[in-house]
């Protein structure tokens, strides 16, 4: 069974720092891309980071510069460092999973749109900058 579980969501400050993590099981870790999106109230998902299984890494510019994705294959778990946290980044994040048999169906992790579209999604943690 695919698991994928959150961890270091929380309140902070403006100009803060705060460290996601997510622990994945079930699946073959490194060969899967995995990718942190977030859900602001009344949006869609956005795809915030993604880092690939060859380590290419992907981020959405409003956070290029501030958040830095990475993973570490031999414990299955992939991180999100967010620093000079701003309001607008208060959301859920979500840690999605891009398996093989996702991979070999040509499929990847959108960019935008509807949450748990594709792929192995956990179940979220809340983040808050209050400014």
């Known amino acids: 069974e695919v698991q994928l579980v959150e961890s270091g969501g929380g309140s902070v400050q403006a100009g803060g720092s705060l460290r996601l993590s997510c622990t994945a099981s079930?699946?073959?870790?490194?060969?899967?891309?995995m990718g942190w999106y977030r859900q602001a109230p009344g949006n869609e998902c956005e795809l915030v980071s993604r880092?690939?299984?060859?380590?290419?890494?992907y981020y959405t510019d409003s956070v290029k510069g501030r958040f830095t994705v990475s993973r570490d294959n031999a414990e299955n778990m992939v991180y999100q460092q967010m620093n000079s946290l701003k309001p607008e980044d208060t959301a859920k994040y979500y840690c999605?999973?891009?398996?093989?048999?996702?991979?070999?169906?040509?499929?990847?992790?959108?960019?935008?749109?509807?949450?748990?579209?594709?792929?192995?999604w956990g179940q979220g943690t809340q983040v808050t900058v209050s400014s």
């Open positions: 999605a999973a891009l398996t093989t048999e996702f991979k070999n169906g040509g499929y990847w992790l959108p960019s935008w749109g509807r949450c748990r579209s594709v792929g192995y």
């Open positions: 079930g699946f073959t870790f490194d060969e899967s891309d």
């Open positions: 880092i690939s299984s060859d380590g290419s890494t």
